[in-house]
């Protein structure tokens, strides 16, 4: 069956860094493309990062410049850095997965991002 696995979540000072990962397995047929989305207690859920075979790559505004998204088409993978991290970027990331076939969507179970002095 499918699986979607983050990694690299943690607790990072202000003006630190964290590299997060997302390991796809189980899907056939390819990637159509992969995400990072966050999720703040007492928010809702909202795109940080996507990108999509063919298509641009899009950041949240409040992003831009810190955070970089790539891809690992070969390992079914992706991987979010970011820099120059605040307190604001607090949340549990989701990497979501769309595959190429039929479009379906796929969440992992998030991995906790602590920016804290």
């Known amino acids: 069956q499918v699986q979607i696995v983050e990694s690299g979540g943690g607790l990072v000072q202000p003006g630190g860094s964290l590299r997060l990962s997302c390991a796809a397995s189980?899907?056939?047929?390819?990637?159509?493309?992969m995400g990072w989305f966050r999720q703040a207690p007492g928010k809702e859920r909202e795109l940080v990062a996507t990108k999509f075979s063919g298509g641009p790559t899009t950041y949240s505004d409040s992003v831009k410049g810190r955070f970089t998204i790539s891809l690992d088409n070969a390992k079914n993978m992706a991987f979010l850095q970011m820099n120059t991290l605040n307190p604001e970027d607090t949340a549990v990331y989701y990497c979501k997965v769309v595959t190429m076939w039929g479009k379906k969507v796929y969440w992992g179970q998030g991995t906790q991002v602590t920016v804290s002095s």
């Open positions: 189980g899907i056939m047929h390819g990637i159509y493309g």
